[in-house]
């Protein structure tokens, strides 16, 4: 089943803790991203990675890290976890000079 | 500044209506845009992009560059196109990867 996958589905978590959302993508693309989507379903982008490489970081906490170990794997690591970072985080891929996206089934973070 | 702009936050029609979701976007360059769907608790998936002039599922979404908009149609609402949809603009990074910036999303409700 070629797709883009996320674990856990489901996170739930108290403040202050540190957790980490895996992606991995058996598409063959080479781009990799990770999206946050608020409680009011705005989506914004976070992070894009190419071939491993970071090419988009938006004004992102710098609590938050991606590590991509290889071009099929993006994953999100997020320290000393606050109240506001409660979402859903989506993982997405695309193929080198192609514009569409392909989306991950998302990670919902609750922080109590 | 780059910016992608629906109007609506929620548009509700009964089923066999006709339905228009406005977007319209702000960028000085050549766009390429998308629509994005998210059922309920369901990934985001690609409906359209203007570059393919295609229907699906009975949508169709024409680039207007004159008034900036790129309105998704459907002539007659079916209650299973309920769900979440946001418009999309792409940034390209010189070929290697690319950024969307989402609308606001609406939330199409298909009454019966």
């Known amino acids: 089943d070629t797709a883009v996958s996320q674990t856990p589905k489901y996170l739930v978590t108290q403040m202050g803790n540190d957790k980490s959302i895996k992606c991995e993508q058996n598409?063959?693309?080479?781009?990799m991203y990770w999206y946050k989507q608020d409680s009011k379903k705005f989506l914004k982008i976070m992070f894009s990675?190419?071939?491993?490489?970071?090419?988009i970081n938006e004004t992102v906490p710098n609590r938050f890290s991606p590590k991509s170990p290889d071009k099929a794997h993006l994953n999100l690591h997020i320290n000393s976890l606050e109240l506001g970072d409660s979402a859903v985080y989506f993982c997405?891929?695309?193929?080198?000079?192609?514009?569409?996206?392909?989306f991950g089934p998302g990670t919902r973070l609750t922080v109590l | 500044a780059q910016r992608v702009t629906q109007p609506e936050k929620l548009l509700s029609v009964f089923k066999g209506a006709p339905v228009e979701l406005k977007c319209n976007y702000s960028?000085?360059?050549?766009?390429?845009l998308f629509w994005y769907v998210q059922y309920s608790r369901q990934r985001l998936q690609l409906l359209l992009r203007?570059?393919s002039r295609e229907s699906i599922k009975g949508f169709t979404a024409d680039l207007n560059k004159g008034e900036t908009s790129f309105h998704l149609k459907k002539p007659f609402a079916q209650e299973e196109d309920s769900a979440m949809y946001y418009c999309?603009?792409?940034?390209?990074?010189?070929?290697?990867?690319?950024?969307?910036?989402f609308g606001t999303g609406t939330l199409l409700a298909v009454q019966p």
């Open positions: 997405a891929s695309s193929a080198q000079g192609r514009n569409e996206q392909f």
């Open positions: 598409l063959g693309h080479d781009t």
């Open positions: 990675y190419n071939n491993k490489e970071l090419i």
């Open positions: 960028y000085s360059g050549s766009p390429e």
């Open positions: 203007h570059i």
């Open positions: 999309a603009l792409t940034l390209n990074y010189g070929g290697a990867t690319n950024k969307l910036i």
